[in-house]
């Protein structure tokens, strides 16, 4: 099986991970033979076997989710903690490639 170059790129886009040249090539010719083990998976008789929802069978411990209030304390030591602020507000990565324009805040 051949796994172009095309390909890999496509991968890498989806995961939004950036390749150097020589992790293309090296994924072009790895991939298909994982591919093909994933085949051989598939064709194991698993007609018995219990679907499973997790890697472990320890039942899902389930809690209400009830905010609890913090104190101003709690609050300034988790901001003053965050790598990047501007007043209470928290700045974080863009996680969408659509939303990557920079804004400006207050106080910057």
């Known amino acids: 099986m051949e ?3 095309e390909n890999v790129l496509h991968l890498a886009n989806l995961s939004r991970l950036e390749l150097t040249e020589e992790e293309i090539v090296r994924y072009q010719e790895e991939i298909p033979s994982i591919l ?3 085949g051989k998976l598939s064709e194991v008789d698993t007609t018995d076997v219990a679907p499973m929802t997790g890697g472990v069978s320890y039942p899902t411990v389930l809690r209400e989710d009830v905010p609890t209030p913090s104190t101003e304390e709690q ?5 003053d903690a965050f790598p990047e602020h501007v007043g209470d507000l928290l700045k974080v990565k863009a996680v969408f490639a659509a939303r990557t324009e920079k804004k400006t805040y207050e106080g910057e």
């Open 3 to 5: 796994f172009g170059r």
């Open 75 to 79: 609050r300034r030591t988790l901001i």
């Open 36 to 38: 093909e083990y994933v």
